[in-house]
């Protein structure tokens, strides 16, 4: 029997380098697993069965290094790719790694940093466009200030507009055909970092010189990290037609960054959110930006990254049976029932329309006291999740 479980290229199952070749280092402690080579992390997302995999410039080519070691690095990273039929479908910069950029990146204060980090995510966008990736990914994760003392915050927006319409017009320039996707965080590594959530970004967008080339890239830990609801965060963006990548973990609530396996956490905000992407029809790519438990040597990175595919697959089955069940549709046809008569009095404004309004009568007690039945709708979507319906 065909294991529905299974994960498959068609799933756009994705993983970065860095995730699957998280040491383990965290603010307290070393390193708990040896570094594997980014070819060696390529076999074991091939065996994990992942479909592509994605990278900071410099998670395939160590920052500094010489060009006979990039050529090196590059052949064996492709010959991998070859042999795994791995593609890469997105790319980005590290543009928070080094100390150059403590002061954030393209919003520091210092002119030379910003020039630099152009720079350096032209450079990466010349790799990731090598490489055959289609979205360059833009996570700020410096910009931002620990101090407010030491940014004019007006600025910090008009630098970071400056230095995403200069990429623009190099992605146009070299016909690199990329999409831009933004990442917001709310904070850490600096204390505030600016566009905190995705909702800033998208407001922002529109303020570009090509905002047709840029979306989003909204991460579940991150709103979750500000104590928000992903699914909204997402569902903003898909409407506005914006949402061009998605990074999948999971996260506690208002906690530091967590980056866990995806579905660890909130299984049921997971079930909403992979309902949500394969109801809407969402074709990016399933990017999973999470580590494995310090606790694992790298059988458990693999367990790691199977488990967030598995769940994901898991989940999608679950929203077809929620799709399919008779009693669920039925409420859901019951509470979103319309009648047509209100549609005189609404929608598209006239004059007409308001005055009638104005002085239609509506029996406000009736409305209120019914009874909406979510008490049975959201127990009938427990029941899904646990298995017995
Ligand atoms: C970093 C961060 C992620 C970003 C990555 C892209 S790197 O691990 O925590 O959320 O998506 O720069
Ligand atoms: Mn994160
Ligand atoms: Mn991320």
Redesign the pocket.
């Known amino acids: 029997m065909e294991d529905l479980y299974q994960p498959k290229p068609e799933h756009r199952f994705t993983f970065?380098l860095?995730t699957v070749g998280s040491v383990g280092r965290d603010p307290f402690g070393a390193p708990v697993r040896q570094a594997l080579q980014p070819w060696e992390l390529v076999y074991l997302l091939a065996e994990a069965g992942a479909y592509g995999v994605n990278f900071?410039d410099d998670d395939l080519i160590p920052f500094g290094a010489s060009a006979s070691e990039r050529e090196a690095i590059l052949k064996r990273f492709k010959q991998a790719l070859k042999d795994t039929g791995l593609v890469v479908p997105m790319a980005?910069?590290?543009l928070?790694g080094h100390p150059i950029f403590k002061d954030g990146a393209f919003t520091s204060n210092d002119p030379r940093v910003r020039a630099f980090a152009l720079q350096k995510t032209m450079r990466a966008m010349d790799l990731g466009a090598e490489l055959g990736a289609k979205v360059y990914?833009f996570?700020g994760?410096r910009e931002g200030v620990d101090t407010d003392a030491a940014k004019n915050p007006v600025d910090a927006i008009k630098r970071f507009r400056e230095a995403i319409n200069f990429l623009c017009e190099y992605n146009i320039d070299q016909g690199y055909g990329f999409k831009f996707a933004l990442?917001a965080?709310p904070n850490e590594p600096r204390g505030d970092i600016y566009f905190p959530t995705t909702g800033a970004y998208l407001a922002f967008i529109n303020t570009l010189d090509h905002p047709e080339m840029v979306g989003v890239?909204p991460?579940v830990?991150?709103e979750h990290m500000a104590g928000l609801n992903f699914l909204h965060a997402v569902a903003q963006a898909w409407e506005a037609g914006k949402l061009f990548h998605i990074?999948l973990n999971d996260q506690n609530y208002v906690r530091f960054?967590q980056?866990w396996r995806f579905g660890a956490q909130n299984l049921k905000q997971a079930f909403f959110l992979v309902k949500f992407l394969e109801d809407v029809g969402y074709e990016g790519s399933r990017h999973f930006?999470a580590h494995a438990y310090r606790t694992e040597d790298y059988e458990g990175v693999k367990d790691f990254a199977r488990g967030c595919m598995r769940t994901y697959l898991v989940l999608k089955e679950k929203a077809c049976r929620w799709n399919a069940d008779p009693e669920i549709q039925g409420l859901l046809q019951e509470v979103n029932a319309d009648d047509g008569s209100m549609l005189p009095y609404t929608g598209k404004y006239s004059r007409k329309k308001a005055e009638q309004l104005k002085s239609l009568e509506f029996d406000v007690d009736k409305i209120a006291s019914r009874g909406l039945q979510y008490e049975k709708l959201d127990q009938l979507a427990n029941e899904i999740l646990l298995g017995i319906r």
Do not use: C, I, R, S
Request: overall charge negative; proline content about 0%; charged content about 35%.
């Open positions: 970065g860095w900071h980005t910069t590290n928070f990914v996570w994760g990442e965080k890239n991460e830990a991150h990074d960054d980056d930006d």
